[in-house]
């Protein structure tokens, strides 16, 4: 049973469903297009089906290259030290500031080229902040 | 209570062990906690609270419209009021309710304790997703406070009545612009909910034993993924249209106006099981837990799941039956096939409630009165599906009745998550009385507003009308249907008092208070930051249940019991699991 | 394994399925009269009927199915509720009922068979729907080559023009004066629908149809209207300040009554011009 377990390989259910709801969509896609010759929703339902293909195949091509992590296996072994999950960063204030960079470019489309400026400023200050503040952060 | 969690623990040596990073963390409080906290459960309840004053907001307005069309020949708003109240009403429903309530609160909330993570897989994008959402909102709801008032158009916005001639001003704008950034911060948190459940599910979590709750929001961020994109690039077209001089959707420049219906039902069709499958996972969560059963035919479910979100990207023209230039049985065809997966789904939760030991909390009734009332939603909705009624049934009363009551239907579990994992979320229980009489006011009050609605769209009365003559038939019945209406907002009102009660008079409610089955009822009430100080050992999709009945095995690594522990006694298990 | 049988015996499929289909086949081969009409208008054209025909066959479907499951949801609400006790389960000081082994309820979880069971059923019962739902659909749906009548009918903001082709005869109004078209009863009618500014609906509740006026696009209709009658009709799509006010009628009269109308529509015409 670990046996199996170490070698079954990783991210292989996450793989299939992404391209299982590619092949499905894929097939509607066909059966639309011939069925009806109408070019918006053949275009909108391939680029569906592409939307699940490209990351599934992805996956899959990872999934036959890695093992199994452990929320992977049925029964993985129990860890034996103290496991690092990620790292998570600490509260921020730069997608705020990022958001109320993107309501003011929206509410320049809609009043004047002043407020879309002002938040094109806002939003590249915010990015420099993201980016600097990436370097910190904590892991669990 | 005390005997189960020194069991827990004494189970529990084996399990991973989480570094303590509480030291190093800070936490601000209060205003400065809402802008910059990067916790799933702050953002989770932001969203929470945000999404529920739309609602209010929403609410309101409905009741302006029911007030309205109490009596004929009515004139309690202007021509042009009622419209900005009907496209408001749905707008804030749809976009800044329904949806962001389910995969912004609930899902940024539940998701990462369902799957024992830390935090969601990008908590910076997620509170990003928040500020958007909200400044989005606002600048909708601020539409009213300009010249020429808000969007007036319907919440489809069809083309061309929602190009600059005919809908001139900056209401108009505003909603598009408000629809461009709900948009981005949808998108944004479906790419986190798939990331968390993808990259950070507890150990022996394989997708096989997720929560039909996390597994529904996996589906539902897939289809945001489909949906929203296509959402986002008709607005920019339409807001081309309004201010760059292209004629995407103007016959005079040689654009084709029925490509917006295409786009906008391409979106709006996944959108409304986005909207839907959340609460589908909901009750699923809720039935189990008050029927102390494991859900019937878990696997049926999840692929039931799947197939309602394939399929419904394969229907969006059954809003167009009426076109005329539409593939009639093809749509027709994939409508009916999406009432299979449903049934399914019913049979399963029925068979969950069967021979079970089913209590009524307040959770169970909200779950119930789902079933109900989303039995004649999708009932109607059958009947829609022929395209040949639908020619007599579409854009009148039939329609609203028909999705009216399914929302009323998802808003009845939206309260019973509220209720469910307010214990979770807070530490403290709702009052079970004031919640039963809320949930009565609700449950009767959706009934008596909308099937009324049924019959008015049955003897002609078309939606989106401000008023309507005496003596043809329809006075009494929209009486009825404004006397409903009120009724939901007495529920409300209760809702809003058994909040103020609970904060004001706390009862602790323990770690787990309903005897949940999955991993959020683990940890405490609420969760400390980054949830879990250990995990348990994940054997089945019920990882607490197993921890709590602690059937031997459970909980030791190397014994190969992947079905869920069921009574010692029960002779028969093996046979049915076997079945 | 019994329990489940007595189960699976309880919503004994076999015998529903055979009384849906028998009962819709009842109910669009059988005149109108001995079925209830479930709230919709009977159709006044021959299209209209078929569709209600169509609807009188679905709404028993809907009820069958509706009452079988609404049945088992209450069923099971009420015949498997624990009476809550005095120890509420977040009660740490009780001894509840759960913590002993003997309260919990059996823990099946799978059962294949009925899982395919109230798969393929619906699926069956969706195929029946189908079939009936294509078959109607192309008797309202179909157009005759040489009708009797042809009128080219343009929806704008907000009113109506129903252009008598070939005859030199049109009727128009708008929300302060409404249309009203006159036709003859048991011809064919062939309307020719098209909107000169944005999406309107055409809407006869009577005639148990609608349809889209829409820019950019024809729409070609029939109607064969069988009673003599004033059919209100009006707007459906929402389509800006005066939707509401997007009212037509249509007065059905016999063809001779028809004729003597449109001769004296020309003549007024002529004498105008």
């Known amino acids: 049973m670990q046996q199996d377990n170490m070698t079954k390989p990783g991210m292989r259910i996450e793989a299939l469903f992404l391209l299982s709801i590619a092949l499905f969509v894929a097939v509607i896609t066909v059966v639309y297009w011939f069925e009806s010759y109408e070019n918006s929703g053949t275009v909108m339902l391939l680029a569906a089906s592409l939307l699940g293909l490209v990351p599934g195949t992805y996956y899959y091509w990872w999934s036959r290259r890695m093992l199994g992590r452990p929320e992977d296996l049925d029964q993985p072994e129990p860890a034996k030290k103290e496991v690092v999950i990620g790292a998570f960063p600490n509260g921020s204030i730069w997608p705020f500031v990022f958001a109320m960079g993107c309501a003011s470019i929206a509410l320049g489309l809609v009043f004047g080229l002043w407020l879309l400026a002002l938040g094109v400023i806002v939003v590249i200050s915010a990015t420099a902040g993201f980016t600097a503040e990436s370097r910190r952060g904590g892991s669990v | 209570m005390t005997t189960l969690e020194e069991k827990a623990l004494t189970s529990q040596e084996v399990s991973a062990e989480l570094t303590d990073v509480k030291s190093r963390h800070f936490e601000p409080s209060g205003l400065l906690n809402w802008l910059t906290s990067t916790d799933h459960k702050m953002i989770g309840k932001s969203y929470l609270i945000t999404s529920f004053m739309f609602m209010l907001l929403g609410g309101a307005l409905a009741l302006v419209i029911r007030l309205q069309l109490a009596s004929p020949n009515n004139s309690l708003v202007t021509l042009h009021q009622y419209n900005e109240l009907f496209t408001m009403h749905g707008s804030i429903m749809i976009y800044l309710f329904v949806g962001p309530f389910a995969f912004g609160g609930l899902a940024n909330y539940i998701v990462p304790l369902q799957v024992g993570a830390p935090d969601m897989a990008f908590p910076r994008l997620n509170l990003l997703s928040y500020w958007l959402y909200l400044s989005g909102g606002l600048i909708m709801v601020l539409g009213f406070f300009v010249t020429g008032g808000a969007a007036d158009f319907g919440w489809v916005a069809y083309a061309p009545l929602s190009n600059a001639v005919n809908s001139p001003g900056a209401g108009p704008d505003m909603w598009i612009v408000a629809l461009l950034l709900t948009g981005f911060s949808a998108i944004f948190t479906g790419v986190n909910i798939i990331a968390t459940v993808f990259y950070l599910r507890a150990p022996g979590l394989t997708m096989f034993r997720l929560p039909i709750f996390t597994w529904n929001m996996v589906v539902v961020a897939i289809l945001i993924l489909i949906a929203f994109p296509v959402l986002t690039s008709a607005l920019v077209m339409l807001y081309a249209d309004r201010h760059f001089g292209t004629h995407i959707f103007e016959v005079q420049g040689g654009g084709v106006p029925v490509l917006w219906q295409n786009l906008f039902w391409f979106f709006g069709h996944p959108e409304v099981y986005i909207l839907a499958l959340p609460f589908f996972g909901v009750v699923t969560e809720i039935i189990p837990v008050f029927s102390r059963k494991p859900l019937f035919g878990y696997k049926g479910m999840l692929f039931a799941t799947l197939a309602i979100a394939a399929l419904s990207t394969g229907v969006w023209a059954h809003h167009m039956f009426t076109t005329g230039v539409v593939l009639l049985p093809f749509f027709s065809l994939m409508t009916y096939l999406i009432s299979v997966p449903t049934g399914v789904k019913f049979f399963n939760w029925i068979a969950t409630m069967w021979r079970g030991h089913i209590r009524f909390d307040t959770p169970m009734l909200y779950a119930v009165g789902f079933l109900i009332t989303f039995l004649g939603g999708g009932l109607s909705g059958m009947l829609l599906a022929a395209p040949p009624l639908d020619f007599f049934e579409h854009d009148t009363y039939f329609v609203v009745a028909h999705f009216h009551n399914v929302v009323m239907a998802l808003f009845l579990a939206a309260v019973g998550a509220l209720v469910y994992w307010y214990p979770k979320m807070t530490g403290r229980m709702m009052r079970e009385g004031i919640g039963k009489i809320s949930f009565w006011f609700m449950f009767i009050g959706a009934n008596v507003t909308f099937i009324p609605q049924y019959i008015l769209g049955l003897r002609g009365m078309p939606r989106r009308i401000v008023t309507y003559p005496p003596g043809i038939g329809w006075h009494f019945l929209n009486e009825l249907s404004t006397i409903g209406s009120f009724m939901i907002a007495v529920g409300a009102l209760f809702l809003v008092i058994n909040f103020w009660v609970s904060w004001r008079k706390p009862i602790p409610a323990g770690n787990d208070p309903w005897d949940g089955h999955t991993l959020e009822w683990y940890t405490t009430s609420p969760p400390p930051h980054h949830n879990f100080d250990r995990l348990p050992i994940v054997r089945s999709e019920r990882p607490v249940w197993d921890v709590k009945y602690g059937l031997e095995g459970a909980a030791i690594p190397g014994h190969s019991n992947s079905n869920p522990p069921s009574s010692v006694k029960d002779k028969d298990h093996a046979d049915n699991a076997a079945g | ?273």
């Open chain 3, 1 to 273: 394994m019994r329990r489940l049988e007595s189960l699976l015996a309880n919503i004994n499929s076999h015998r529903w399925l055979t009384s849906i289909v028998g009962i819709v086949g009842a109910g669009l081969t059988l005149s109108a009269c001995n079925i209830p009409a479930f709230g919709a208008y009977h159709g006044s054209t021959l299209q209209g009927h078929d569709t209600f025909k169509l609807w009188q066959g679905f709404m028993i479907i809907a009820l069958i199915v509706g009452v079988i499951v609404w049945g088992l949801i209450l069923w099971s609400s009420f015949r498997y509720r624990i009476k809550p006790s005095k120890s509420r389960p977040n009660n740490p000081d009780s001894s509840d009922s759960r913590d002993s082994e003997n309260s919990l309820p059996r823990q099946f979880q799978y059962h294949l068979p009925l899982e395919i069971l109230y798969t393929v059923l619906p699926i069956l019962i969706v195929a029946v729907m189908f079939y009936f739902t294509v078959v109607t659909e192309n008797e309202v749906d179909a157009v005759s080559a040489n009708p009797a009548v042809r009128i080219y009918l343009t929806a704008f903001q907000w009113g109506w023009r129903f252009n008598y082709t070939g005859e030199g005869v049109s009727v128009v109004g708008n929300y302060n004066h409404y249309p009203q078209a006159v036709l003859p009863v048991g011809e064919t009618v062939q309307i020719t629908l098209v909107s000169s500014d944005v999406v309107h609906g055409f809407y006869v509740p009577a005639f148990n149809f609608s349809r889209y006026a829409q820019p950019g696009v024809t729409n070609v209709f029939d109607l064969n209207i069988r009673k003599q009658g004033i059919y209100n009709g009006r707007c459906t799509e929402f389509c800006g300040l005066y939707h509401t006010e997007m009212i037509f009628s249509i007065k059905a009269v016999s063809p001779t009554a028809y004729h003597a109308w449109l001769s004296k529509q020309q003549s007024k015409t002529r004498t105008k011009s």
